[in-house]
């Protein structure tokens, strides 16, 4: 069975930081591009960032791009993404989600419960 | 700048059937020929209905179909039931993009 366990959110001051982890299990994590997704509260769905199946390459959301670091660990089945200078508009709850191949063309087949990050003062 | 439009919401009695369209508004990053569909229930995570514009993983119920024409995408409901009712959110541009959600109400 698919699972991923999203993790790491919590509340932060602006300005701060947090690194979300996404624990896989149950397919081959190394077959299979891997994303984070991020829902406002009361909002729509907002992809974040991807990372390729080495790890090698990373692609982000324009309001993200400089500030958030998406790795993956292939060792330990497991992708993070570090969020530095948060903002309140960052606030959301944050899905891992795995792709159906390994780019991010096809759909995510496979989603977290989310991990609510709160940006805050 | 691409983006994608939806209706805000659409609804439909049960046994019925609805549509939820998609357009793409420019040629953006990947182009707008791959398209995903999800459905939301409150409180939930998203769950995949439809890929590469019309292929259903598997256990996503028949009823759920999607479509592409030109710079229109569609997901068709068919025998709409009262589970269906939640939000609908297409995707594409090389997954970068997600409309704004269609909500959907079984009468």
């Known amino acids: 069975e698919v699972q991923l366990l999203d993790a790491g959110g919590g509340l932060v001051q602006p300005g701060g930081s947090l690194r979300l982890s996404c624990a896989a299990s149950?397919?081959?994590?190394?077959?299979?591009?891997m994303s984070w997704v991020r829902q406002a509260p009361g909002k729509g769905l907002e992809w974040v960032s991807s990372?390729?199946?080495?790890?090698?390459?990373?692609y982000y959301a324009d309001s993200v791009r400089g500030r958030f670091i998406i790795s993956r660990d292939n060792s330990e089945n497991t992708v993070y993404l570090e969020m530095h200078g948060l903002r309140a508009e960052d606030t959301a709850i944050y899905y891992c989600?795995?792709?159906?191949?390994?780019?991010?063309?096809?759909?995510?087949?496979?989603w977290g419960q989310g991990t609510l990050v709160t940006v805050s003062s | 700048q691409s983006a994608l439009t939806q209706p805000r919401s659409v609804s439909g009695s049960p046994g019925q059937s609805v549509t939820i369209s998609c357009t793409g508004t420019?040629?953006?990053?990947?182009?707008?020929?791959?398209v995903s569909w999800y459905q939301q229930h409150p409180g939930k995570a998203p769950k995949l209905l439809i890929y590469?514009?019309?292929r259903r993983p598997s256990g996503v119920p028949d009823r759920f179909s999607g479509s592409k024409s030109g710079a229109t995408a569609s997901l068709t409901i068919s025998g709409l039931q009262a589970e269906d009712e939640a939000d609908y959110y297409c995707?594409?541009?090389?997954?970068?993009?997600f409309g704004p959600g269609t909500e959907v109400t079984v009468l």
């Open positions: 989600a795995k792709e159906t191949g390994g780019t991010t063309w096809g759909g995510r087949d496979y």
């Open positions: 590469d514009v019309n």
């Open positions: 149950g397919f081959t994590f190394t077959n299979f591009a």
């Open positions: 995707c594409s541009y090389a997954g970068s993009f």
């Open positions: 420019s040629s953006g990053a990947g182009g707008y020929y791959y």
């Open positions: 990372i390729d199946l080495s790890g090698i390459n990373g």
